[in-house]
Structures are given as structure tokens and as C-alpha cells.
């Protein structure tokens, strides 16, 4: 398992927009309440193409969020892939 630690970011800053808001809006609030959050898709910012992740959180006992993620590339693929296969087949409908 790799192991990596951004010194001066907050974690935010790493998300796209979208992800941010729904961090603040979802994780944040649950986290407090829970203790922990499993399964949060959201999205990292990159230099070439956005990259997916699925992220796990824990509320330590110090108060420190301790967030844990996974790339998922293959995942937004599918998607993609899903909702362009879904448009063709309206688009055929409509005909």
C-alpha cells in the first residue's frame, strides 16, 4: 500500500469544484455525526484528466480527519461510456 501525505493543502483544494461542494456538503457534516464515512465518490484535479477516487474517512480520537482513497479511471470510463450509449438510444427513439 502506498502512502502519501500533501504538507499545506487541504485536502479540498485537491477536489474539483463539483467534488468540493459535495464534501462540504456531505462528508463534513456526516463525519462529525458517524465517526466515519465509507465509500464517497468524488473527483481529484489534474494537470492532464481528472482523476476519480473513491475515498473512506475516520474521525480519530485527537479530532484529526483521516481520509483514505483509491483511484477508479475505469469507473468514470464506464460511465461515460453508459450515459453515450443512453443518448443513442434516445436519439433513435425520437426518430
Known amino acids: 500500500m502506498l502512502h502519501y501525505e500533501v ?3 487541504s485536502f479540498q483544494e485537491l477536489l474539483t469544484l463539483a467534488s468540493r461542494v459535495y464534501f ?3 462528508f463534513l457534516p456526516n463525519i462529525n455525526l458517524k465517526r466515519n464515512i465509507a465509500e464517497m465518490y468524488v473527483t481529484l484535479r489534474a494537470v492532464k484528466e481528472d482523476l476519480p477516487i473513491v475515498l473512506n474517512g475516520q474521525l480519530l480520537e485527537n479530532g484529526e480527519i483521516e481520509i483514505y482513497f483509491i483511484a477508479v479511471p475505469t469507473r468514470e470510463r464506464y460511465v461515460r461510456k453508459i450515459n453515450e450509449e443512453r ?3 434516445i436519439a ?3 426518430m
Open 7 to 9: 504538507e499545506g493543502v
Open 24 to 26: 462540504q456538503s456531505f
Open 87 to 89: 443518448e443513442v438510444l
Open 92 to 94: 433513435q427513439r425520437n
